[in-house]
């Protein structure tokens, strides 16, 4: 069963937010900024390799920088945070949750866990696709915080999400929950925990107590191994400076269309607040993809109308570079992909494994286009946005693709396209579910002009749609596009075309 959102901010995996008045501000401002202010001194860069002068020899390798944490940070110290995470996590929610039953863990409960068949709960929806994601993306910061590499944070929380399943609720263990806490939470995780050292190894010019408060915001377990334990835990993470593009938006959208279906009536006019990264872009020279998440991309978008109104990470787990002529520089391999996607009217999450390719063509002219195209599986939650039925939902194993573009022209201006499909089936689904299945386009269009500086205007057109099919209500779709103008605030590389010429 779920755990609440409420429960995991008061327990403190989420405590760091309610400092983000002035943090949030900083924190932007320094990621936007770029690696060109140089780095902040840091543990790690200390001991990072210095190019030998030409005709000397060869100075060893430093070594890793998580093999260097580990030798101060044993396996037992993540697991141990993991565990009374846990436990305070369990006891905030029999406090504070409208069903403390739940929580009303005994030798009886675990033991009859330990032994019965996993089922799919259906707890509220945010609770499942949010709560859980970022209660599994804090078991894997707890692991990479303290030296362990990616897959054996993963691994980490994929235990951690088992035991709190079996240990943390008095209900039955479920295998939908432990898909979003363990694999889920690490795709969500992972991007979360390298944009906190992004922010501590290039801060620009912004002090370091609002880098380290900036990056509290965005990994509350990195920071707690850090200031607990000193920053021998914690070390800054080598990001090997990858090329990276970054904005933030701030604007409002209104709906040009509305079919909401069986959905409450949605607000027709909203206020939004739109944040998006995409590290380790193709094409730098020496940056290479040796580790899971050296390329991803990560967005989220708060909303008046809905709070989060999507929350969406991607990035490349294996694979390698290429080049094709000397104008095209790409990566491609498998990803794992993250996507919370509520547009007011319905809402959709799913955890997926896929196939696919990012790269960057320099067309001339000075246009240049990046994109990545993905197809492949996840495991998806789908339904309604209901008011009066925060469970009007269903499971399904859910092929998807995704197709992104950007065409950028000088630094003047760009154009983004990207567009989504999921196809959620009945395989897998809920037992007692309505059955059926639903098909979900996503098209999202965004012409940015630059006007000075970093400073810049976006118009945006947003398009969702949802075709589904059910035993008990038959055929039924939804509908919602908005269009609306934002401020932008460009990082600085502007739009981000990567130069390897």
Excluded at 129 to 147: D, E, K, T, V, W
Excluded at 195 to 223: D, K, Y
């Amino acid at each position: 069963m779920g755990t609440s959102i409420a429960g995991v901010a008061r327990s403190g995996a989420m405590v760091a937010i309610l400092l983000s008045g002035p943090a949030w501000a900083a924190e932007t401002a320094a990621l936007l900024a770029g690696p060109t202010a140089g780095p902040a001194p840091t543990a790690s860069m200390a001991a990072a390799p210095v190019e030998a002068p030409a005709g000397a020899a060869a100075a060893p390798a430093a070594p890793a920088d998580a093999a260097a944490q580990r030798q101060r940070s044993p396996y037992w110290v993540p697991a141990l945070e993991i565990f009374g995470f846990d436990f305070l996590l369990n006891r905030v929610n029999r406090r504070f949750s409208s069903t403390p039953e739940d929580y009303r863990v005994s030798t009886g409960t675990i033991r009859r866990n330990l032994h019965s068949s996993w089922t799919v709960d259906s707890d509220p929806f945010r609770t499942n696709q949010l709560g859980h994601p970022y209660q599994g993306a804090m078991y894997h910061q707890f692991g990479r915080s303290a030296g362990l590499d990616y897959w054996q944070s993963l691994g980490l929380a994929f235990l951690g999400s088992a035991g709190w399943e079996i240990a943390g609720e008095s209900t039955r263990p479920s295998r939908n929950d432990q898909i979003a806490s363990g694999i889920g939470g690490t795709f969500l995780g992972e991007p979360l925990y390298r944009m906190a050292n992004l922010l501590l190894e290039h801060g620009g010019e912004t002090p370091a107590r609002w880098r380290e408060l900036g990056a509290a915001v965005i990994s509350p377990a990195n920071a707690f191994n850090r200031h607990v334990y000193g920053h021998g835990m914690g070390l800054v993470f080598d990001s090997r400076r990858p090329a990276y593009y970054s904005r933030l938006q701030v604007g409002v959208m209104g709906a040009t269309q509305n079919e909401p279906g069986l959905a409450t009536a949605p607000r027709r006019n909203e206020a939004q607040v739109d944040f998006l990264l995409d590290y380790g872009l193709p094409g730098k020279e020496g940056y290479v993809y040796r580790r899971p998440f050296d390329y991803f991309a990560f967005r989220t978008t708060l909303s008046s109308a809905n709070g989060f109104s999507n929350v969406m990470s991607r990035g490349m787990l294996a694979g390698r570079d290429y080049e094709l002529g000397k104008n095209y520089r790409g990566i491609w391999g498998l990803y794992g992909t993250y996507d919370y996607v509520a547009p007011q009217t319905f809402r959709i999450s799913t955890s997926a494994l896929s196939l696919g390719t990012t790269g960057q063509w320099r067309a001339g002219d000075g246009i240049v286009i990046q994109g990545s195209a993905l197809a492949g599986l996840g495991y998806a939650a789908v339904g309604s946005v209901n008011g009066a039925a925060d469970r009007d939902y269903h499971y399904g194993v859910a092929p998807q693709a995704l197709l992104a573009l950007r065409l950028i022209k000088g630094d003047r201006a760009s154009l983004d396209f990207t567009g989504r499909e999921y196809f959620v089936s009945k395989v897998g689904a809920n037992p007692g579910g309505p059955g059926g299945h639903d098909s979900i386009t996503r098209a999202d269009v965004a012409l940015t002009f630059r006007l000075t500086g970093l400073h810049a205007v976006t118009f945006k057109y947003l398009w969702n749609r949802r075709s589904a099919t059910s035993q008990a209500l038959g055929d039924r779709s939804q509908t919602r596009g908005t269009v609306g103008i934002f401020y932008t605030l460009l990082g600085q590389d502007r739009f981000g075309a990567v130069d390897w010429r």
